[in-house]
């Protein structure tokens, strides 16, 4: 539980309510995200803004995605200052602000279920093993537009990777959801249109894990709103088109001392390519866990059509230098001490941060733990590799289908133990729910293929 009476909560509490007088704010909306990590909203007066911080605002708590009967409904919601920032699409008239929350119980404890507070228990337990674990992910999304006929929708540009055209309409999108970001107080380090048509990645600047989440629920918001506004949509579906490169989202990480001050994933030998023991140990965790967490990182059905060989999405239990092909790569950071990183690419953006970078950190934890090796770095292109030659090399493959991943999951004693019991058992609920509502549907593909034929 947060400590309310701690001097520096209640300064940041005082500067939110001084800016929300100044500004003449009306409305304040409170913000959390259910288990899918779909964000959720409720907008209340700003007139009660003291109380709020101090007793919190009740909600119903039974028609959340993965939270609790309705027997048990009553939940309450209490703001976080450090998140307060003002709408920048709503006119200074009809001003607005948010606040991302804490979900708590009525009797006045953490709600255990809450992905935010499964996230903080994460990184209170590498704190106290001596370790802040700092992350930055690549968020990947499409730029559609509806069909006028009622089809289904379609990409809103013809470019490519890299690519730049005058005048173009994604990348003026691109560059007004950057700014959009950075009114929330996001740094934007790249954006560009990437390999699909109507695909599109912006980077923000990493940082511990926590704030990190916040941005990146408020990045995909920043994205569907300026999309919305400009007539279009936003969507971060993994494999929204067949044929083309997907979207995922690669999470760069790395693990510094208590204080942030050092990078532990950083050695001054050169024979290691400057990684520490630290590094491989955090990399033979993930590598050793990666079927175990998958369901997490790529938590829909249709994450699955993108993790398939030959789109540039990682399929196979592997780690390298400059091959991108393998799970978990290792960028060239050209020793510098404060760039030491891995990446690992199988990721979406379709789920919830606040679980993904919580199983992300304690299956690195893991592999720190027991010393996990995690093999030689594999510099072959894994996708052309034959079976015997990956099994000879010890490399297995991801689950192919949510249902597989989600059998998986639930073997895992360190993905309960992470998720906490709430969480595990309403995960695997939903998924299921999820992967029985797509396994039942037939598919214009099937009656294509098979009508005439069988």
Not at 111 to 128: M, N, S, V, W
């Amino acid at each position: 539980m947060k400590n309310f009476n701690d001097a520096v909560w209640k300064e940041n509490v005082t500067k939110v309510v001084k800016e929300i007088r100044e500004k003449d704010i009306k409305f304040v909306r409170l913000q959390f995200t259910d288990i899918n990590g779909i964000i959720k909203n409720l907008a209340v007066s700003s007139k009660n803004i003291e109380s709020m911080f101090e007793n919190g605002q009740p909600f119903d708590g039974s028609s959340i995605t993965g939270y609790r009967p309705i027997e048990e409904s009553d939940m309450v919601l209490y703001p976080d200052p450090t998140t307060f920032a003002v709408l920048p699409w709503r006119p200074k008239e009809k001003s607005s602000c948010r606040l991302i929350c804490d979900v708590y119980t009525p009797q006045n404890k953490r709600f255990e279920g809450d992905p935010r507070y499964i996230l903080e228990r994460a990184i209170d337990k590498a704190a106290k093993a001596g370790f802040t674990y700092i992350c930055a992910p690549e968020l990947e999304f499409f730029l559609v537009k509806e069909s006028e006929n009622g089809g289904l929708p379609t990409p809103i540009d013809m470019a490519g990777y890299f690519d730049f055209h005058p005048g173009d309409l994604t990348d003026d999108i691109r560059r007004e959801i950057a700014d959009t970001a950075e009114a929330f107080g996001i740094e934007i380090e790249i954006s560009h249109h990437e390999v699909a048509l109507g695909q599109n990645e912006i980077d923000f600047k990493y940082d511990e894990a926590l704030k990190t989440a916040d941005r990146a629920i408020t990045m995909k918001m920043c994205g569907k709103v300026v999309a919305a506004r400009n007539g279009y949509i936003a969507t971060y579906m993994p494999k929204p088109f067949a044929g083309i490169n997907g979207s995922g989202m690669h999470t760069h990480q790395s693990l510094w001392d208590k204080e942030a001050k050092q990078n532990l994933f950083y050695s001054d030998d050169p024979k290691s390519a400057y990684l520490s023991d630290i590094a491989k140990y955090f990399i033979g965790g993930q590598l050793a866990h990666g079927r175990k967490m998958c369901a997490v990182l790529n938590s829909w059905p249709n994450s699955f059509k993108r993790l398939v060989p030959g789109y540039e999405a990682p399929v196979y239990l592997a780690w390298a230098h400059k091959n991108r092909s393998p799970l978990i790569r290792v960028p060239n950071f050209g020793g510098r001490k404060n760039a030491a990183r891995c990446e690992i690419r199988c990721p979406d953006g379709a789920g919830n941060p606040y679980l993904q970078f919580a199983v992300l950190l304690a299956t690195g934890l893991d592999g720190i733990k027991n010393k996990t090796d995690p093999g030689d770095p594999v510099e072959l292109n894994v996708y052309h590799m034959s079976y015997e030659e990956r099994k000879a090399k010890g490399i297995v493959s991801l689950p192919e289908s949510l249902k597989e991943a989600l059998d998986e999951l639930e073997s895992s004693e360190l993905m309960r133990e992470t998720l906490g019991e709430t969480a595990f058992e309403n995960f695997l609920r939903e998924k299921r729910k999820e992967w029985d509502l797509y396994r039942m549907q037939v598919t214009e593909w099937e009656v294509n293929r098979y009508i005439k034929r069988l």
